[in-house]
């Protein structure tokens, strides 16, 4: 018997260490923490929580472009862009989230003489703390201006820095930005003449002394384009950018953008058509968790679908297989069911969202059975995905057709402005959302062992490290590898992360042998 010629317990290869306060359960897998104390692998549940509807303002109807949102983690606001109807002055509206509700702190209007129409669109930038808004005027000349704002704690207040002429001298239409981790640059995609471009810039200063600088633009193809996305690729630190191209039936096209982090300058890869179906309402996001971009857009034959790209190193794409709205339970099957994000008629694309703590992209449409506003979570495995049960997010059907979604870290909810056309006032509305998910502190790397015995909290104790043998486990399959689980179990399939724990080398001993 193999187990009896390796060395188990006070025998095996063990270190000591202190419990960070807690307390360990004997024969439990441990994780290492920053300071050197080690833990219980545990996971702990968040349930669902979907907000009231709340009045993001009362009287006038939101500009028919829609809703541009960030979140600033410097001060933990939500920020909406957006124009109304009224005069069409951009404006800046800071949100806080308190439990599920959120509550206007101040809105400001950006410039009282500019009537932007479509084109403007706000950023955080996150090594310098400062929104950059976007707008194109539209009265007095075609200039693009942009200006680096600061937040004060709460929203309280906003401060701009000074309007920068962007230098385009043409009448550029931006539609979607994304920061660009690797370089530092945040990267914006336009339009001029239906053309598509994108154009790297950067905010630096404080104050109302805050400006903002620009590398050259570039132009991504010569032909006219709609439906203008972009996300940023964490595998590959590039931007990807995506258009459905006019001369050629309206499919999809990416692009491979790397940027020079001196200049901004940047260099366009070859395009690769994603399918060679119509495509409409585009939006793109990036899932972390399976390194790929997701896809959404209304294709000819359906209401819309949602498609994985993989980036390789090469700058090629690979796609993953199309799934369509026929999976996604009680999504409105007729036509006059747009629910769209931000952008001109023929920019707009499907609301999506990455969720990080949750891995999943959430989808928000109408439903078929009472056209309220529901939201499904679908999974990237691989470049497969797959779609979970809807969840409805009011008991009204407000008739939301303009929404924006934004991610907030602090508390993990999804944050969705939105205009109503059903009824009111209030004209626009405002609602958080909190998907049900779990949470482990295992990762891929914090793994260091199994407690030989019970650890008291604060105390020292002795864990089994790699290359030695726990024993005093029951149920092991003699000959399997075991796999850590994400709440701290062991199993022969790897959970999420992938953490191997060892060998069972008989019924209730493993040899921790981790990945080798």
């Known amino acids: 018997n193999l187990s009896d010629l390796i060395p188990a317990g006070a025998s095996a290869k063990h270190l000591t260490f202190t419990d960070s306060g807690s307390g360990i359960t004997s024969k439990k897998p441990v994780i290492v923490e920053s300071d050197?104390?080690?833990?219980?692998?545990?996971?702990?549940?968040?349930?669902?929580?979907?907000?009231?509807?709340?009045?993001?303002?009362?009287?006038?109807?939101?500009?028919?472009?829609?809703?541009?949102?960030?979140?600033?983690?410097?001060?933990?606001?939500?920020?909406?862009?957006?124009?109304?109807?009224?005069?069409?002055?951009?404006?800046?509206?800071?949100l806080t989230l308190s439990g599920s509700t959120l509550t206007v702190q101040s809105t400001t209007t950006i410039a009282s003489n500019d009537n932007t129409g479509p084109g403007y669109i706000a950023t955080f930038h996150p090594p310098t703390n400062l929104v950059v808004y976007l707008t194109k005027e539209n009265l007095g000349g075609v200039n693009n201006f942009a200006q680096a704002i600061t937040i004060a704690s709460g929203g309280s207040s906003i401060t701009t820095g000074t309007r920068v002429d962007m230098g385009l001298s043409l009448s550029y239409e931006f539609h979607d930005a994304v920061y660009d981790e690797d370089s530092g640059w945040i990267v914006a995609i336009c339009q001029y003449n239906l053309r598509p471009y994108i154009m790297a810039y950067k905010p630096s200063g404080t104050g109302v002394s805050a400006t903002v600088s620009f590398g050259a633009i570039s132009q991504v193809f010569t032909d006219t384009v709609k439906h203008t996305t972009l996300y940023y690729d964490k595998s590959q630190n590039k931007v990807v950018v995506g258009y459905t191209d006019d001369n050629q039936s309206n499919t999809f096209y990416l692009h491979a953008v790397s940027v020079n982090s001196g200049t901004g300058a940047m260099t366009i890869g070859a395009r690769q058509q994603m399918n060679a179906t119509?495509?409409?309402?585009?939006?793109?996001?990036?899932?972390?968790?399976?390194?790929?971009?997701?896809?959404?857009?209304?294709?000819?034959?359906?209401?819309?679908?949602?498609?994985?790209?993989?980036?390789?190193?090469?700058?090629?794409?690979?796609?993953?297989?199309?799934?369509?709205?026929?999976?996604f339970n009680d999504s409105f099957n007729g036509t006059g069911a747009y629910v769209i994000v931000y952008g001109s008629t023929p920019n707009q694309g499907m609301p999506i969202i990455y969720h990080p703590v949750l891995k999943k992209t959430l989808l928000f449409y109408r439903t078929q059975t009472n056209s309220y506003l529901g939201v499904w979570a679908?999974?990237?495995?691989?470049?497969?995905?797959?779609?979970?049960?809807?969840?409805?997010?009011?008991?009204?059907?407000?008739?939301?057709?303009?929404?924006?979604?934004?991610?907030?870290?602090?508390?993990?909810?999804?944050?969705?402005?939105?205009?109503?056309?059903?009824?009111?006032?209030?004209?626009?509305?405002?609602?958080?959302?909190?998907?049900?998910?779990?949470?482990?502190?295992?990762t891929a790397t914090n793994f260091v062992g199994i407690a030989d015995s019970a650890i008291s909290a604060s105390a020292a104790g002795s864990v089994i490290v790699q290359g030695g043998t726990i024993s005093g486990l029951s149920s092991l399959t003699t000959g399997s590898n075991y796999y850590v689980q994400a709440d701290g179990t062991f199993g022969t399939s790897a959970s999420t992360p992938s953490v191997k724990a060892g060998l069972a080398i008989s019924t209730t001993s493993l040899l921790l042998n981790g990945d080798s």
């Open 36 to 94: 050197g104390d080690v833990t219980q692998v545990t996971e702990t549940s968040t349930s669902e929580s979907v907000g009231a509807v709340g009045t993001f303002n009362n009287n006038a109807s939101p500009g028919s472009y829609g809703y541009y949102s960030g979140y600033d983690t410097n001060v933990d606001v939500i920020f909406v862009a957006f124009t109304e109807t009224s005069d069409y002055y951009p404006r800046l509206k800071c």
């Open 278 to 327: 119509a495509t409409d309402w585009c939006s793109m996001v990036y899932d972390e968790t399976a390194q790929r971009g997701i896809f959404a857009g209304q294709m000819t034959g359906d209401y819309f679908s949602l498609q994985a790209i993989q980036l390789n190193s090469d700058d090629t794409f690979t796609m993953g297989a199309l799934i369509d709205d026929s999976s």
């Open 378 to 442: 679908v999974t990237c495995t691989g470049s497969t995905l797959t779609v979970g049960s809807k969840t409805d997010l009011a008991s009204t059907a407000y008739g939301r057709t303009y929404l924006d979604l934004v991610f907030d870290p602090d508390t993990n909810y999804i944050t969705v402005p939105s205009n109503r056309t059903t009824g009111g006032p209030p004209y626009q509305l405002m609602q958080a959302y909190r998907p049900g998910y779990s949470e482990t502190n295992l």
